[in-house]
């Protein structure tokens, strides 16, 4: 790597496991000093001793990010663990339970919402401002494919990542001339490929007729998400970057 968070610190949301793992792992190889933040102490202790095993700087930050006192606690806390401040916020962290418009119940969708966006809205507003205020930063968002490409099941989800992609955008026109840079990664289907003769799993039929022709790695997320939160995204601001193997701007004539 080529330490190009070096000095940086960084907050990263839901990251014991899968895209914000993989996140919390390549920032850290690229020289930040990361929050690893999420519900489950022992998988974030799991995430915390292999980047510093590594050679790199974590330590973790419990959270249940179910709406805005646990954001803004969060935030805090945070902001204590890394020295004082945090360079580079990813709003990760998210639930995906995906009952039809029809069986979904008030609660499910006021969870859905609480922790996909609520959360993150309160987060970014406690953190932003105290970026600008130390000269700058950045805040990556995690929307989805699902948020302009229709499915037939998963609405509510898809809508919170709309709202995020939206958020993103005026985010950027509300921080950004403060110096705080606001971009998003919109992720395609990202799995483990099933074992052959398994089975194919429901996302990776998704993949079908795309350019890649197959499920995304965690890994290809987390660069992308790099790439924004460092300087050499400096003239970017309010971009969503598809990172989703073509799946919402590509059609191939699959054999």
Do not use: C
Not at 21 to 33: C, D, K, Q, S
Not at 173 to 201: K, W
């Amino acid at each position: 790597m080529n330490g190009r968070l070096h000095g940086k610190t960084a907050l990263i949301t839901g990251s014991t496991s899968n895209i914000g793992r993989a996140i919390a792992e390549v920032f850290a190889a690229e020289g930040a000093h990361v929050a690893v933040s999420g519900r489950n102490a022992e998988r974030g202790a799991a995430v915390v001793a292999g980047i510093r095993e590594a050679g790199g700087r974590a330590d973790f930050v419990a959270a249940d990010l179910d709406g805005a006192e646990a954001a803004r606690e969060l935030a805090e806390r945070a902001t204590a663990t890394l020295g004082g401040r945090i360079d580079i916020l990813v709003n990760n962290a998210g639930i995906y339970p995906s009952p039809g418009t029809v069986d979904t119940d008030e609660k499910t969708f006021d969870h859905l919402y609480a922790v996909n966006v609520k959360a993150p809205f309160f987060l970014t507003a406690a953190i932003a401002p105290a970026m600008a205020a130390a000269g700058g930063g950045a805040v990556v968002n995690l929307g989805s494919w699902i948020a302009r490409l229709g499915v037939p099941s998963g609405a509510l989800y898809s809508s919170t990542k709309g709202a995020m992609e939206t958020l993103t955008r005026a985010w950027a026109a509300e921080f950004g001339p403060q110096g705080v840079r606001v971009n998003a990664v919109s992720p395609g289907v990202v799995l483990p490929l099933p074992p052959a003769g398994d089975a194919p799993h429901p996302g990776v039929v998704m993949t079908k007729g795309t350019p890649a022709g197959t499920v995304g790695t965690p890994e290809a997320i987390a660069h992308a998400a790099l790439w924004l939160a460092s300087d050499e995204a400096s003239f970017t601001h309010g971009t969503v970057v598809d990172v989703d193997g073509g799946r919402t701007g590509v059609a191939v004539i699959a054999a």
